[in-house]
């Protein structure tokens, strides 16, 4: 896993650049999912916008999780909700492009087939 890097834009990231994101990863499909926009690949869930369209319920993980909550525990997070899942909340505000990206992709790394894995020229090591 590469390691994950704290904001340094000024500018604010939104759920249209998750959508970005997602769907350039191979067989991403958007769908709704506990009423809000949500991402999967070959019906499994990758990502969904939370309820407060503020933050982003992302499939990760422990060892990954652990070292994106070591970044910054206010931008990356849990609640109760959520423990005994293998998801991580990540919040729009403060979190860079680039982050962004490296999550959606690590989630797309958890739900994606290997063989499609494998022939994602983009892949990271799993």
């Known amino acids: 896993m590469a390691t994950p890097q704290r904001r340094t834009g000024k500018s ?23 009423g809000t926009p949500a991402f999967r690949v070959r019906k499994k869930l990758m990502a969904r916008l939370r309820e407060d ?3 982003l319920v992302v499939k990760v993980d422990d060892l990954a999780r652990q ?6 525990p206010e931008i990356y997070f849990l609640t109760d909700h959520y423990r005994g899942y293998p998801v991580m909340l990540v919040r729009f505000a403060g979190i860079s492009a680039a982050a962004l990206h490296k999550i959606v992709d690590e989630a797309w ?5 290997k063989r ?3 022939n ?4 990271s090591a799993s």
């Open 53 to 55: 369209g503020e933050t």
């Open 12 to 34: 604010r990231l939104t759920f249209d650049d998750v959508r970005g994101a997602a769907l350039a990863l191979p067989q991403v499909e958007e769908y709704v999912c506990y």
């Open 109 to 113: 790394q958890q739900v994606a087939p």
């Open 120 to 123: 994602h020229p983009a892949s």
């Open 67 to 72: 070292a994106w909550f070591a970044i910054d």
């Open 116 to 118: 499609l894995r494998e």
